[in-house]
């Protein structure tokens, strides 16, 4: 049995004994490479559930929808580990119970998806401490990388490049299963914190904002630049984003539900290197 | 001709440590530049990056933050997670261009007077040899507002 016939069962099982109200899935896009999310709500719609290497969307965030979870019973999702991060996550910042979510848990190696064992986020913590290793280990990326050897007007000037193209679509914003603010910074107008209008400093200040709110948050699921319409490598500030609080606080986002956000909590002994 | 560079700075500070500081720089008749415009806050904890975006976003050359050191705060913690708010904004500006002598941190506490003096004296002098903030300065003239502070 494949893989996913495999999870369409299972999904199919958990709908009909009633142990979910809703299925948050991967369904054919519009095109053979795109997927899609689906909401199933019935065991025999469970079949147009698809999951295979393309299913790369983070899914977490379709959870925090208004009054899915208000009436206390179980939603199942498709997550990599990842995805049960941004539980872990979004349960440490009261958004959600996470007895109330169900994981189908998988992975993508390579072409293929792998199916991983563990229903409920903290099946998971053995994978994502590994994780944490792997991802102290990882160089950073390579235009991070050259990005570092510029002069800072080099640098200024390349993000100016970037962020001109920028047209506060919000994209980034509405991908983003960590950005679930009712209302965001850059919507306040007393005061107006931000320019509204996309030229390139009101860009520039929204990029800033945006990825200092996500320091220590994101999972790095790639939904934002994903979801860019005009490619900014919006990955590159939340990757040193990452790696700043990984460095400086031994911090890995989203290993279990208790874990402390990392700008709302401190140690005495922090390192301190460029405060006069 | 025009008229010299005169570096506009604004410094946020707390009102228990640096702008007590401040205040005994001035009534120990100590001189420093008057290119700094000092705003009071509560609390370093209450400092958002936003105030260090809004201060650029009005033409600012330069950035100070500064607050209680380490274990003085008035609030007990909220230097400490003030910290953690630093480090991680201060790798993001320099990772976007902001150069580093833009934006400084310190703790000065309300006995620093001399320390407040000579800080101010050398960021002031820092920012004059590197110049207006340029790269900024381009992108709010493209907005068609004045800059201003």
């Known amino acids: ?276 | 001709m025009s008229e010299p560079f005169e570096p506009k700075i604004v410094a946020f500070v707390c009102t228990y440590c640096t702008y007590a500081g401040a205040d005994l720089a001035g009534t120990s008749r100590l001189k420093y530049p008057p290119n700094v415009r000092i705003v009071r806050l509560p609390c370093t904890g209450r400092i958002s990056p936003m105030f260090i975006l809004k201060a650029f976003q009005k033409g600012a050359d330069g950035v100070l933050v500064s607050g209680c050191h380490p274990g003085d705060c008035h609030f007990d913690h909220g230097n400490y997670h003030a910290r953690r708010r630093w480090t991680a904004f201060n790798a993001l500006l320099q990772f976007t261009g902001v150069p580093e002598e833009r934006v400084k941190f310190s703790w000065i506490s309300a006995a620093e007077g001399i320390k407040f003096a000579e800080l101010i004296e050398s960021i002031t002098e820092e920012i004059r040899t590197a110049g207006p903030f340029e790269q900024y300065h381009k992108l709010i003239a493209e907005t068609g507002s004045a800059a201003s502070v």
């Open chain 1, 1 to 276: 049995m494949s893989i996913q016939e495999q999870y369409r069962s299972r999904a199919k099982e958990l709908l009909r004994e009633g142990t979910v109200k809703m299925v948050i899935g991967y369904g054919a896009g519009t095109t053979p490479l795109r997927r899609r999310p689906i909401f199933i709500t019935s065991p025999d719609d469970a079949d147009r559930l698809v999951l295979d290497a393309a299913c790369r969307t983070n899914l977490a965030g379709y959870l925090l929808r208004e009054g899915l979870l208000a009436d206390q019973k179980s939603v199942a999702v498709f997550l990599t580990p990842d995805g049960v991060r941004t539980i872990n996550i979004l349960a440490a910042e009261s958004q959600l119970a996470t007895e109330q979510v169900i994981v189908l848990g998988f992975q993508i190696d390579g072409e293929n998806a792998r199916q991983l064992e563990g229903t409920r986020v903290a099946d998971f913590s053995g994978i994502i401490a590994e994780r944490k290793k792997k991802r102290k280990e990882q160089p950073s990326h390579e235009v991070a990388r050259k990005l570092e050897q510029m002069t800072s007007v080099e640098r200024f000037s390349f993000w100016e490049g970037e962020f001109s193209r920028c047209i506060k679509c919000y994209a980034c914003r509405a991908a983003c299963p960590m950005c679930w603010c009712r209302r965001c910074v850059v919507d306040n107008n007393q005061p107006q914190w931000v320019n509204t209008s996309s030229h390139t400093l009101g860009n520039l200040e929204w990029n800033l904002v945006r990825a200092f709110h996500l320091a220590g948050r994101c999972v790095e699921c790639g939904n934002c630049s994903e979801a860019c319409p005009v490619n900014i490598p919006l990955h590159l500030l939340n990757r040193r984003m990452t790696e700043e609080v990984l460095t400086a606080f031994d911090y890995y986002p989203g290993a279990d539900e208790h874990q402390e956000p990392v700008l709302a909590s401190f140690r005495k002994d922090d390192p301190e290197t460029f405060i006069l």
